[in-house]
């Protein structure tokens, strides 16, 4: 039910869909970009709606806190402690290896603000956990939502050609904040 209303109100707003969710897969690592404004985050939800999808998500901790910390935790938020080195990755390796289904999305830049590359946690989770990469993006410049296929880490440098391939020129809400953007 939840995921027609989203359907409907997304393509009242005028979004778009391309890909499809990769049904085969019971464990991603999703990456979103760009990250440019809180306004990713209702979207976001919206989005997650419509897949029909139970997805985690991280966030600084101190963001959950009261009065928000219980329904952050409800939507599927994992918080993280930002203010001191804390092998965020291998705690994120462990959380895939003690779950038989796991979908835990990033923003990659890391903030709203403009980033010249991508943080690389995510790849080196993905590698540790030997799982896929999910890159899905939110391009406002033309309304559209994109999954592109899953991809499997082999090669660093390589596979963040790929990835920087597949953001470049995608608008964000901030369209000066994109990331690879012209």
Known sequence: MFSKLS???LRK???KFKGKW???YKKLIII??????????PLGLLY??????TVNFVGKSTLFRFPVKGLLKAMGGIPVDRSKSSNFVDNVIELYNTR?????QLAPEGTRRKVDKLKSGFYYIAEGA??????IKFNYGIKEFEIAAP????DFKKDMKLIDDFYRNTIGFNKEYSYLCD
């Open 7 to 9: 359907y409907y109100i």
């Open 13 to 15: 707003m005028g979004w």
């Open 22 to 24: 990769p049904e085969e």
């Open 32 to 41: 979103i970009v760009p990250h440019t404004s809180n306004w990713d985050f």
């Open 48 to 53: 997650r709606s419509y897949l029909n999808r």
């Open 100 to 104: 038989e289904s796991l979908f835990i």
């Open 130 to 135: 030997k799982i896929p990469i999910l890159m």
């Open 151 to 154: 991809l499997i880490p082999t």
